[in-house]
């Protein structure tokens, strides 16, 4: 008889969040397939769990399910874990469990933490609906379709994102939505938790008074609105004015005012060039 593939969800940073049924399927498992077995050790030691571990990570993971398919297949237990929250969320397992799934081998998820879904529920934002995005594009071309792409969405939109992009991804939102309500949580269930939540613009801002942005982060923004307010072109043209009293050049007014009227930035720039020429 095949053995069990058992998904088990580990904590997000504080160890006290992992469950007692997580804790009894590691110790019961023949074999624990981990994302990164020299991380998870801090996990098991904490449990004292024994039960020997081998790595499954995005870089090995086409060639490892085979082996561990095949050992599935012969009768071994096996849980997967990886470095942190649920498996296969913005984490390897994907080919493994489809494998798996395909050779009709019993897979049981052990449900547990996960970011997006433990930052939502503090995010202040609604939660009846939502679109879970992972991580958006690296290269500013793609990271800009992509949001446009998201734009028109109702539900709460979620992001994951590295500190060090999470100030370009929230500024490429700003030109891609408007200045919507966000919250970003930061290093959910440790020690410097926190949340920031309000317009992206006060969002932006608050990181932008930082020497650096550390920990990890994921971002949550709210759904278009039914429908939104634009501004008239009399108070764009009295907010451009102010911008351009202050010296602002015109590429960085456009977009911060295309962010907070819900214009496109083109349309905006093009009003700003029209005024200049005018002063
Ligand atoms: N499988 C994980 C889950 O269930 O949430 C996600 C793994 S993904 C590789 C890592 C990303 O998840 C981070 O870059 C961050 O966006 C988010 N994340 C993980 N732990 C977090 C934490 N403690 N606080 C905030 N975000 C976290």
């Not at 399927?25 to 023949?30: G, T, W």
């Not at 050779?103 to 939502?130: E, H, M, Q, R, Y």
């Not at 939102?173 to 966000?182: K, S």
């Not at 009399?234 to 102010?242: C, K, P, R, V």
Request: aromatic share 6%; charged share 25%.
């Amino acid at each position: 008889m095949a053995g069990t593939l058992y998904i088990v969800a580990t904590p997000l940073g504080n160890l006290e969040d992992m469950t007692f049924r997580g804790v009894r399927i590691l110790k019961d498992a023949d074999l624990i397939a981990a994302e990164d077995t020299r991380h998870s050790k801090k996990l098991l030691n904490h449990y004292d769990i024994t039960t020997p571990s081998v790595a499954c990570h995005e870089h090995n993971e086409a060639a490892k399910a085979h082996d561990l398919i095949q050992r599935l297949e012969k009768g071994t237990t096996i849980a997967l874990i990886s470095d942190a929250g649920t498996p296969l969320i913005s984490d390897p397992g994907y080919r493994l469990v489809s494998m798996a799934s395909e050779k009709g081998i019993p897979i049981v998820p052990v449900p547990g933490c996960n970011a997006a879904i433990t930052g939502l529920s503090a995010s202040g934002l609604p939660t009846d609906a939502f679109i879970f995005l992972g991580f958006a594009p690296k290269k500013q071309g793609r990271l800009d379709n992509f949001l446009n792409n998201a734009a028109h969405h109702k539900a709460t939109l979620i992001f994951y994102e590295s500190p060090r992009r999470v100030i370009r991804l929230i500024s490429s939102a700003i030109t891609a939505f408007g200045d919507r309500q966000a919250c970003l949580a930061r290093e959910l269930t440790k020690q410097y938790e926190e949340f920031i939540r309000g317009p992206l613009s006060s969002i932006l801002s608050a990181l932008e008074s930082r020497e650096t942005v550390k920990g990890e982060c994921v971002l949550f923004i709210k759904g278009q609105d039914d429908q939104p307010v634009d501004l008239s072109t009399e108070q764009m043209e009295s907010l451009i004015m102010d911008g351009l009293d202050q010296n602002m050049r015109t590429g960085e007014l456009a977009k911060k005012i295309a962010g907070l009227a819900n214009w496109p930035k083109s349309k905006v720039y093009d009003m700003i060039l029209t005024l200049k020429t005018r002063s």
